[in-house]
């Protein structure tokens, strides 16, 4: 079928894993702890967005999904920097001057250091002082932007921070197996600061997080009522063999893990981002190739996480699909895949208007640093050039293919 004709291409990035020396934030405190990689000047792509946009350009992407630095907008709390927030107005700017359509996130996992010692969202007030905080932005960049998304994968941030306890701010629930389903920074949770109490701290801060999301759908309304906003969920796509109890293991699963959060939060929702990594099958047998995050390699999960989002009958666009893949073997195929997930989607008539692969440069990840290579573009760390992977030209080629009228 015909992908819609102002069909949405491109790739993903946030502030925190690309942009380089933010040391206001709880993730750069941390890293000063030595309780996660330090992340220091990355790929620049603060001061080298303008290359890194030219190339976005050139492999034919029309859009391009970023996110904002809440720590550089707001470094003290109520106090807002005009010089960042024209930083930001400038990266904008050159998006718009490359025909590149921009789709803004409002926060993506770090916290201003202010915010998260004196609480983060276990404050009582968090709901309020986030919505204050998306209203400016959009109050001060909305001419320049229709299309934001107030956070980023909440299930993921509050899992990590309070119940496997390797993120910030390292609260750990103490019947958590140390196998984590994320893979993500295994070493640091010897660390974490152990608990019963810290599953009741999830359930709380999960509930505070869709209570901010719609202060701030809210707020955002109230400055700029014509503007798209979203919130982007992460979609681990459960399911299982024809065993009745594998199938019920994979309902609950989904219950807990999408759709609590989404019928808390779907009617302050313009649209939906779908991110998409990986599938949990119940009394599978099956072995797959792995990425390397150790993840399975199940592209096609895609359409299925599209429709379980599908449920609420908002426009959904994927925000973040992807792989880890160093040597660049797996990664056309994949990138292959998830189109034909996502053009199988529309052509049953759900409503998907954009794709952005994670991610368009290479970049830290998280609590595992920078040896996790994401992106359709390589960063050499140490003389910052830029070098486009074989399997970026592929995704290339499918969206001339299907950008063609």
Avoid at 288 to 312: H, N, V
Wanted: with cysteine; proline share 3%.
């Amino acid at each position: 079928m015909k992908f819609p004709k102002d069909f949405l291409w491109g790739a993903a990035t946030s502030s925190y894993q690309v942009e380089g020396f933010n040391e206001n934030t709880d993730w750069a405190q941390a890293a000063k702890q030595g309780r996660v990689p330090y992340a220091g000047r990355l790929a620049d792509h603060y001061h080298r967005y303008e290359e890194d946009f030219d190339i976005a350009k050139k492999l034919g992407h029309n859009a391009h999904r970023f996110s904002i630095e809440w720590a550089r907008i707001e470094p003290q709390e109520g106090v807002f920097d005009q010089a960042e927030i024209e930083h930001y107005r400038q990266v904008l700017r050159a998006l718009h001057a490359r025909n590149i359509t921009p789709m803004v996130t409002l926060w993506h996992f770090t916290l201003p250091l202010w915010f998260s010692e004196s609480g983060g969202f276990e404050r009582k007030d968090a709901p309020v002082v986030f919505a204050r905080y998306c209203a400016h932005v959009v109050r001060e960049l909305g001419d320049l932007c229709t299309h934001y998304a107030t956070m980023n994968e909440p299930n993921v941030y509050a899992s990590n921070g309070y119940l496997r306890g390797s993120w910030p701010p390292f609260k750990r629930f103490a019947l958590t197996d140390m196998v984590s389903i994320t893979n993500s920074g295994r070493g640091y949770k010897a660390r974490a600061e152990k608990s019963i109490s810290a599953l009741f701290l999830y359930r709380k801060v999960m509930r505070t997080l869709a209570e901010a999301h719609n202060c701030a759908y809210d707020a955002i309304k109230n400055v700029a009522p014509e503007k798209n906003v979203s919130v982007v969920k992460h979609v681990i796509y459960f399911h299982a063999n024809r065993n009745p109890f594998n199938m019920l293991r994979s309902w609950v699963a989904n219950q807990l893990w999408t759709h609590v959060f989404m019928r808390r939060t779907f009617h302050k929702c313009d649209s939906i981002g779908l991110n998409y990594y990986f599938h949990k099958k119940f009394g599978d047998t099956e072995v797959c190739e792995k990425t390397d995050m150790d993840w399975d390699i199940y592209p096609q999960g895609l359409y299925d996480a599209l429709r379980m989002l599908w449920k609420y009958k908002k426009p959904l666009y994927v925000s973040e699909a992807g792989l880890a893949d160093a040597q660049d073997r797996y990664r056309a195929a994949y990138i292959q895949t998830q189109v034909s997930a996502v053009e199988k989607a529309l052509s049953e008539g759900i409503d998907v208007f954009g794709h952005m692969y994670w991610s368009l440069i290479d970049n830290y990840e998280w609590a595992l640093g920078i040896d996790k290579k994401f992106g359709l573009v390589e960063i050499d760390y140490q003389t910052l050039e830029r070098r486009i992977r074989p399997s970026a030209w592929v995704y290339a080629d499918l969206i001339k293919k299907h950008r063609k009228d």
